[in-house]
């Protein structure tokens, strides 16, 4: 046992960890281990409710084929999307790789259920910054603003929480879709859970009952036992190189929902007239299964790695959200490191404990989408996947920089190890 320890603390060294931070690293582990056992058991639970969508929609080898053109009856895409619905328990899904990200597959459920003259109301804050876009926050071309649809935004009470009677007050005759995003995004704002998620839900159709519901649910799949769609989301969204992907999927993204809102969005995505029939799968569809079929498990390491950095961080005195100890609704563990040079040593560590690129030095630059420039870390397998172990940090205050994925526990371990090891070599933190 002893020599088991010091066996992987060596190789640890050779990596590059110093046997100090290795030590402090096992210690916070240590107290982890009751936390753990409950992300196990959601992951168990998960990955049956996955299973048994699988039997249920019979899925068979045939689904995997490769089909071309323009993909009528493209039996592996149309089972898919079965798959989903039935996992999601929604009546139906788009799964697709033509929706190319997670905005593409937002920014599709929002132009196909919005018309001229509607509005749009976020009851959450601001939405993700790509979204600002999208909406016509920022002006931008192309955005729903420019289709004359108009938005409005209810912010978040300091601590956090839904400010009821400002929601009720902005919903009106035009409000027509109401967007909740769950997860906090590039904000130290909480997560949403899925409970609250459906009180809110609930508020709103109380006043409204035909609104649209819709939920971002970009890194928050499989994190709980019960999606948004679960508690009354009449559409769920999110990307397929993010939780659902299971670091498997390429490219991709998903809507999932009411049948009348998942036809419109079929519509858009390719042609008024031919909605889900067209768009081959080209392939991609032995990744998309196995992809969703791991997705439970991968989520379960890159929620550990999130558990695992928030404690780290809380002990050496940084502030972090979710805190050490909070119950999780998505992957993502924000630190506020406080400083330009804290978010580029830490973005450095996690590239440099990765599969691939692990050799780059990531410098901060001015990203298509985002207000600020942006340091992004990623030694991924699929191009920006961020279900991969990845931390981005805007280099602006508060200086946060959020951190995300890892295919594997014991890989995101050793990504927050490595984080560490960058600030301590850059004398940011004394252990
Ligand atoms: C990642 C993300 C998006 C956008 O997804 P992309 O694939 O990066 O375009 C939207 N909303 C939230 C909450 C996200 O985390």
């Known amino acids: 046992m002893l020599e088991e320890k010091q066996t992987v603390a060596a190789i640890y060294e050779t ?26 058991q959601t992951a ?31 039996q592996g895409r149309d ?11 929604t009546e139906a899904a788009l799964v697709r790789p033509q929706i190319t990200c997670g905005t593409h597959a937002l920014a599709l459920t929002l132009s196909a259920n919005l018309r001229p003259g509607d509005e749009l109301l976020s009851p959450v804050g601001k939405p993700y910054d ?72 609930a508020f709103v159709k109380g006043i ?5 519901c819709m939920v971002d649910n970009c890194y928050g799949e499989f994190v709980e036992r019960m999606e948004p769609s679960d508690v009354g989301a009449d559409l769920m969204v999110g990307s397929l190189i993010k939780n659902p992907g299971g670091g498997l999927a390429p490219i991709g993204g998903y809507v999932v929902g009411k049948q009348e809102y998942i036809d419109q969005c079929a519509y858009r995505l390719t042609s008024p007239g031919l ?31 999130a558990v695992f950095a928030a404690n780290i961080y809380e002990k050496l005195g940084f502030s972090v959200v979710p805190n050490g100890s909070e119950s999780r609704h998505d992957i993502i563990q924000a630190v506020t490191l406080g400083t330009p ?25 001015a990203m298509p989408g985002y207000d600020s420039d942006v340091i992004m870390a990623a030694g991924a397998f699929v191009q920006g996947s961020s279900i991969e172990l990845s931390a981005d940090g805007p280099i602006k205050p508060p200086y946060a920089v959020y951190f995300q994925g890892g295919l594997t526990w014991e890989h995101a371990k050793f990504g927050i190890l490595m984080s560490l090891q960058k600030m301590v070599d850059k004398g940011l933190v004394t252990l």
């Not at 590059?16 to 107290?31: D, L, M, N, P």
């Not at 040079?341 to 410098?363: K, L, N, R």
């Open 275 to 305: 909605g889900k029939e067209v768009g081959a799968s080209l392939g991609v569809m032995k990744d998309f299964y196995q992809g969703f079929f791991l997705a439970p498990t991968v989520v379960k390491g890159a929620l550990k790695g």
């Open 130 to 201: 790509t979204l600002e876009e999208v909406i016509g926050i920022r002006p931008s071309k192309g955005s729903l603003a420019e289709y004359g649809v108009t938005y409005r935004q209810v912010d978040l009470l300091s601590d956090g929480t839904f400010d009821y009677p400002a929601i009720k007050a902005a919903i009106n005759e035009k409000t027509k879709l109401v967007t909740i995003q769950r997860s906090k995004g590039y904000q130290t704002r909480p997560s949403f859970s899925v409970k609250q998620i459906g009180e809110l839900i």
């Open 341 to 365: 040079e804290g978010v580029i040593a830490f973005c450095q560590g996690i590239q440099a404990a990765a599969p691939v690129d692990s050799y780059v030095t990531p410098e901060p630059w």
């Open 79 to 89: 089972t898919l999307e079965e798959v989903y619905a039935h996992t999601f328990h």
């Open 15 to 40: 990596l590059g960890i110093s046997r100090e931070v290795y030590a402090f690293g096992s210690e916070i582990e240590k107290t982890l281990q009751e936390r753990f056992e409950e992300i196990d």
């Open 208 to 212: 409204k009952p035909d609104v649209i």
């Open 44 to 74: 168990e639970y998960n990955q049956l409710k996955v299973v048994q969508a699988m039997q249920e929609c019979r899925v068979s080898e045939g689904c995997f084929n490769y089909v071309s053109g323009y993909g009528y009856n493209d």
